[in-house]
């Protein structure tokens, strides 16, 4: 064959079909994109409305996490947190009783280590491939199709699933054994958490002492320290309104799941343990569903009262 009719046999190569557990926030986005692009996609999500919203958009309705994995060739699970990520995968009816041999299984959702490590050793056990792939990027880039994805585990897998990776994002990582793809999206995230949180305490010290915090944004914005995190995230913070891109209580997890591999890494945290601290007493403030930026209203409701 020419190196022309084989590239035109590859474009041509039928897309496998994708299943999506968890239409949150982000599930949401990234199976939008996977339609707009030609995908044959079924979706479950544990509160039947989001399900029914998506396949209005042309997905079909998987009825639990095992009938949707049953009728898919690779499915991608994006849910909460580690409770959720293993209820899908290994509670009844979930993703792992419907595995068989050539079933991928990808979860996107940001857990830790030993949590990917029980659903691969489930997802391999019943014949079937394993790939973590935690994304860096949020709500926007999930919509825009610009996400990182942190993959590690099954590296065939990586290969069958790399088109939909690259409908979904911008690039894809393969970092070695299952674990490593957590542990790279949880040191993005403890460091985001605690710039985020360092970033409040900057804006919450100016303003006390006097400063416009317009003003200290944008001296923020010209120098060294200058993020994407402060323009996308400063703005809004300055007006107060926290409608949710990154619900705060999934950035403290985050943050305790950091500060869990490194007592077990043996690695001391004490800038993590004092954010973790922060977005913590948020959460009780009631703040967890809000965007983590509202990390700046429970330094706010602290003053005064830590004897400052
Ligand atoms: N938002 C963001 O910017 C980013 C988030 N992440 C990570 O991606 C994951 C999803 O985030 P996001 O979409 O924002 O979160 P959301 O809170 O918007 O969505 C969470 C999803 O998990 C489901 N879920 C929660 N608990 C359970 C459970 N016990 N059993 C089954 N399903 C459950 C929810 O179902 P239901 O609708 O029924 O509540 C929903 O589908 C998290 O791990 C988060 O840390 C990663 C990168 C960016
Ligand atoms: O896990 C959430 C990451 C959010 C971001 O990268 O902006």
């Given at each position: 064959?020419?190196?022309?009719?084989?590239?035109?046999?590859?474009?041509?190569?039928?897309?496998?079909?994708?299943?999506?557990?968890?239409?949150g926030i982000m599930g949401t986005a990234m199976t939008r994109n996977l339609l707009k692009a030609g995908y044959d996609v079924t979706v479950w999500n544990r509160t039947l409305s989001?399900?029914?919203?998506?396949?209005?958009?042309?997905?079909?309705?998987?009825?639990?996490?095992?009938?949707v994995v049953r009728d898919c060739d690779i499915t991608f699970a994006m849910l909460a947190d580690p409770a959720a990520a293993l209820s899908a995968a290994l509670g009844e009816d979930g993703a792992v009783a419907g595995v068989s041999a050539g079933k991928g299984y990808v979860d996107v959702s940001t857990v830790d280590g030993d949590t990917a490590r029980q659903i691969a050793e489930a997802v391999r056990k019943a014949g079937g491939q394993f790939l973590e792939a935690p994304v860096s990027g949020s709500k926007k880039p999930a919509e825009d199709g610009t996400l990182i994805f942190l993959t590690a585990g099954d590296k065939a897998l990586f290969d069958r699933a790399s088109a939909a990776f690259d409908v979904m994002g911008k690039a894809k990582f393969f970092l070695g054994d299952v674990g490593q793809g957590a542990n790279m999206?949880?040191?993005?995230?403890?460091?985001?958490?605690?710039?985020l949180a360092s970033f409040s305490e900057g804006l919450l010290l100016g303003q006390a002492a006097g400063l416009s915090p317009e003003t200290i944004l944008e001296v923020v914005l010209l120098g060294a320290i200058n993020a994407p995190l402060y323009s996308m995230k400063g703005p809004t913070m300055l007006k107060g309104s926290y409608s949710p891109a990154f619900p705060l209580k999934h950035q403290q997890k985050d943050l305790r799941l950091a500060l869990e591999l490194a007592e077990a890494v043996g690695q001391p945290l004490p800038v993590a343990a004092a954010a973790n601290a922060l977005y913590e007493k948020a959460r009780e403030a009631g703040l967890g569903d809000?965007?983590?930026?509202?990390?700046?209203?429970?330094?706010?409701?602290?003053?005064?009262?830590?004897?400052a």
């Open positions: 064959m020419s190196t022309d009719a084989k590239g035109a046999a590859e474009g041509a190569e039928k897309k496998p079909s994708i299943g999506w557990l968890g239409l989001k399900a029914e919203g998506m396949v209005q958009e042309g997905a079909r309705l998987g009825k639990t996490p095992a009938q999206k949880l040191v993005v995230n403890m460091v985001m958490g605690s710039m809000q965007d983590f930026s509202a990390v700046l209203e429970a330094l706010k409701q602290r003053r005064g009262k830590d004897g």
